[in-house]
T-cell receptor, first 115, second 113 residues
Framework: GAVVSQHPSRVICKSGTSVKIECRSL??????MFWYRQFPKKSLMLMAT?????????EQGVEKDKFLINHASLTLSTLTVTSAHPEDSSFYIC???????????FGNGTRLTVT | GNSVTQMEGPVTLSEEAFLTINCTYT??????LFWYVQYPGEGLQLLLK?????DKGSNKGFEATYRKETTSFHLEKGSVQVSDSAVYFC????????????FGQGTRLTINP
């Protein structure tokens, strides 16, 4: 069935550096992808909606300049955490809808640790 | 705005016990409803869904019925297994705008042998 691949699964970086996370739809095209952040023992918070060929739509309170989203093709969206700080340490998950239905397909997530 | 409320966790049960995880929602119109499961260290997997009132979603022995009158979508399973230990998320899909998913806070379930 349809699969969303997210890479890397884990990353450790130093404070002040940038980290890029990729989200790919493997056997379907996704004009829209969603990026979520999950805090420990908390629910998923939608950060932004990635739109192929246009600017991402960010949720209130999410810094656009810190969390850069690029959706350059119908199968790839990237989230770049710029100038990372320890408080950015979290679990980031992407999701993509298949054929316009609800975002049923999730990546396995990326565990980011900023030291 | 739209929201989803789940019962507080964590929930700990013995194997073969009956499970209910409550979920209620607030939404404009009639959204689609979902249960997702997250196993340790993994992303989310769709467990079941219902797209209209009185629909029953089912999968792997789990069931949930879309109750419009009580705005609920409670998750049930008659006999849980150790392998069901995970975090369960109730969610709704907005019917307008970007049609994004809105999640409940998640319920951690632990099944003891």
């Amino acid at each position: 069935g349809a699969v969303v691949s997210q890479h890397p699964s884990r990353v450790i970086c130093k404070s002040g550096t940038s980290v890029k996370i990729e989200c790919r739809s493997l056997d379907f095209q996704a004009t829209t992808m969603f990026w979520y952040r999950q805090f420990p023992k908390k629910s998923l918070m939608l950060m932004a909606t990635s739109n192929e060929g246009s600017k991402a739509t960010y949720e209130q309170g999410v810094e656009k300049d810190k969390f850069l989203i690029n959706h350059a093709s119908l199968t790839l969206s990237t989230l770049t955490v710029t100038s990372a700080h320890p408080e950015d340490s979290s679990f980031y998950i992407c999701s993509a809808p298949d054929r316009g239905v609800a975002p049923l397909h999730f990546g396995n997530g990326t565990r980011l640790t900023v030291t | 705005g739209n929201s989803v409320t789940q019962m507080e966790g964590p929930v700990t049960l013995s194997e073969e016990a009956f499970l209910t995880i409550n979920c209620t929602y607030t939404a404009t119109g009639y959204p689609s409803l979902f249960w997702y499961v997250q196993y340790p260290g993994e992303g989310l997997q769709l467990l079941l869904k219902a797209t209209k009132a009185d629909d029953k979603g089912s999968n792997k022995g789990f069931e949930a019925t879309y109750r419009k009158e009580t705005t609920s979508f409670h998750l049930e399973k008659g006999s849980v297994q150790v392998s069901d230990s995970a975090v369960y998320f109730c969610a709704l899909r907005e019917i307008q705008g970007a049609q994004k998913l809105v999640f409940g806070q998640g319920t951690r379930l632990t099944i003891n042998p």
